[in-house]
């Protein structure tokens, strides 16, 4: 079966420190991948998805950024954390076969910036 | 902008069949309608999706109107376990390709 890891659960930065969140998946091959973000009380926003390895599209433009540097795994970071940057950012994944469009979502990360 | 209309709020009793409404009423005759919810602090989960026909998994029914411009997602026994905030969604088009695009949700509230 297939599952979603991401990491950390939570993290509190300082703004204008750098921000690495990584998510992997397990048993699947070529998913495309997501990067959302939620503030608080607020539906997920769609920032980055990926079809395949190093194919990165952006949906909204912020001082965020995300790399695809192997199959199964996607990275969001940022060089300098704004204090708007604060939320909660979920990973999720979705199989390239078949005709629908569910995805599946990782545990999120807490994100406070100080 | 989402493409789905939902109540902000509702209540249920625990044990009693919990009925969420959903509009939708620009959908494309390709695009399905999805479920997914979100306890508190977690990730969202799937529940369940459909296209013309109402579905049934071992979490909920969907029922989807006719015309297809309204479904309801009905959870059949409700339990505590039940309190989120429910979501539906059909696809937008984003940039170049469509995308599922999340509203607010219902947030359900499942009292004893």
């Known amino acids: 079966s297939q599952t979603i890891h991401q990491w950390p659960a939570t993290l509190v930065q300082p703004v204008g420190s750098p921000l690495s969140l990584e998510c992997t998946v397990e048993?699947?091959?070529?998913?495309?991948l997501y990067w959302y973000r939620q503030a608080a009380g607020r539906g997920l926003q769609l920032l980055f998805y990926?079809?395949?390895?190093?194919?990165i599209s952006s949906e909204v433009p912020q001082n965020l950024s995300a790399s695809r540097p192997q199959d199964r795994q996607f990275i969001l970071s940022s060089k300098k954390l704004l204090l708007s940057d604060s939320g909660f950012y979920l990973c999720?994944?979705?199989?390239?076969?078949?005709?629908?469009?569910?995805?599946?979502f990782g545990p999120g990360t807490r994100l406070t910036v100080l | 902008d989402a493409k789905t209309t939902q109540p902000t709020s509702m209540d249920c009793a625990e044990g009693r069949a919990a009925n969420l409404p959903c509009n939708h009423s620009?959908?494309?005759?390709?695009?399905?309608v999805y479920w997914y919810r979100q306890i508190h602090s977690q990730g969202p989960q799937y529940i369940i999706h459909?296209?013309?026909?109402?579905e049934t998994n071992e979490m909920a029914s969907l029922i989807i109107t006719e015309d297809r411009k309204s479904s309801t997602l009905i959870l059949p026994h409700a339990t505590l376990r039940d309190t989120a905030v429910y979501y539906c969604?059909?696809?937008?088009?984003?940039?170049?390709?469509?995308?599922?695009?999340w509203g607010a949700g219902t947030k359900l509230i499942i009292k004893p």
């Open positions: 620009t959908i494309s005759g390709n695009e399905y």
């Open positions: 048993g699947t091959s070529n998913p495309n």
């Open positions: 969604i059909v696809r937008g088009r984003m940039d170049s390709n469509y995308q599922l695009i």
């Open positions: 990926s079809v395949g390895i190093g194919q």
């Open positions: 999720a994944w979705k199989t390239t076969s078949g005709l629908t469009d569910t995805q599946y």
């Open positions: 459909g296209l013309k026909n109402n």
